[in-house]
């Protein structure tokens, strides 16, 4: 039986290329960065060459960017860290209804200890726009904080413009980039964002790194403590052997985004062709326009599915998908992204996510959409 994995919103396989670089820093650089002897310079060096290599693919410079183990601790780092260092400013945050957990759960943190949280409503695209957000500005706002892409439903937010207004209201602006970095261009000299997270392991790149960009002059208090590494804001010896792979894996990425992009939207359309011509009743969530979503995820509405049942029936023949974010992994929990798109529908309770990678190919959009047939077919029988 063929296994296809389309599950890479979750995460993805390492790349060959990061891999090995990941294993050559393991194998011939164990030294700490921080040590001044030549095992600890050797490693240095490879930790700066990896930070400039990061911060060039976004337009920063390597100082800007702060290495962290995860997209979520780098989340956490900009919206605690920024907010507990201007609570002096004001104590309004702004964010949106369908972000990652790694923000909703940390507004949620906040507002236990007496921060003030807008969380704005989406339309049925899964979007906002800069005058929701600029309508919910008060003299009390220091930070507005929205994803760039969703990692649910491929949903792009109108970043450059909610950007500007942030800068025009003078209000620091942080944007969760982890699924749309190596994809979409992101360039921090054209976009006035003051924090970016990107994540590792979505790109092709090792678990266990990801960074934030932090806008030179901007002050955050660190939320780890106990020694002065990523310029006194993320205490801990850093992992130069996973920072080394990320690297190496952004590289590619960016290499091959334009062919990856239109790889991912070649499978998309394909499967959804295959859906419709097994004559299986569907419908896609979030944007119809391919400019307002990302190409490599699409997430669809089985009516009358039971969705828990229905992936448990992908995973025995052989296909890896999932119901939303991979942080909410055995949940039962009907999507907050979907429910606040489409309020008062089942289609939280019956959606699907499919998220494709470069190794995926036309051929298996095929097999899937048979094998859906089939499902949905046994799960109708048994109903009746």
Excluded: W
């Excluded at 942080?327 to 606040?340: M, R, W």
């Amino acid at each position: 039986m063929r296994s296809v994995y389309v599950d890479h919103a979750a995460t993805t396989p390492v790349a060959p290329v990061a891999a090995e670089a990941v294993m050559k820093v393991l194998q011939t650089n164990f030294g700490n960065p921080s040590s001044i002897h030549s095992h600890g310079r050797e490693a240095r060096k490879e930790l700066d060459r990896a930070r400039r290599t990061l911060a060039s693919t976004i337009g920063a410079e390597a100082e800007e960017l702060v290495l962290t183990s995860s997209g979520t601790e780098a989340d956490n780092l900009a919206i605690t860290g920024y907010v507990k260092a201007h609570k002096n400013k004001g104590t309004h945050i702004i964010t949106t209804a369908v972000e990652h957990h790694a923000v909703l759960h940390t507004c949620e943190k906040l507002e236990k200890e007496g921060f003030q949280v807008t969380y704005l409503p989406v339309d049925q695209q899964g979007r906002v726009t800069a005058e929701q957000v600029k309508e919910a500005v008060t003299d009390d706002t220091i930070l507005i904080t929205i994803m760039h892409g969703n990692n649910e439903v491929g949903t792009l937010q109108p970043i450059k413009e909610i950007a500007e207004t942030a800068a025009l209201e003078g209000i620091a602006f942080h944007t969760d980039a982890v699924q749309s970095y190596g994809l979409e261009d992101i360039d921090i000299t054209a976009v006035p964002v003051t924090m970016l997270t990107a994540s590792s392991h979505k790109i092709n790149g090792p678990k266990g790194a990801a960074f934030l960009y932090v806008k030179k002059g901007t002050s955050l208090i660190p939320s780890l403590t106990g020694g002065e590494q990523e310029r006194k804001r993320r205490a801990g010896t850093e992992n130069v052997p996973a920072a080394a792979g990320f690297s190496a894996a952004a590289e590619s990425a960016m290499a091959q985004k334009s062919s990856r992009y239109e790889h991912y939207q070649a499978l998309r359309e394909h499967f959804v062709t295959c859906l419709q011509n097994e004559g299986v009743s569907f419908k896609i969530n979030g944007p119809g326009d391919e400019k307002l979503k990302l190409p490599h995820i699409v997430n669809i509405f089985f009516p009358g599915i039971q969705v828990e049942s229905f992936l448990v029936q992908l995973d025995l023949a052989a296909i890896s998908a999932s119901s939303g974010s991979a942080c909410t992994a055995g949940s039962v929990e009907p999507s907050h992204v979907l429910e606040a798109m489409y309020p008062g529908q089942e289609r939280a309770n019956a959606s699907v996510r499919f998220s494709f990678g470069r190794e995926n190919t036309l051929e298996e959009m095929e097999y899937m959409a048979g094998e859906i047939k089939k499902i949905i077919d046994r799960m109708s029988a048994a109903v009746l």
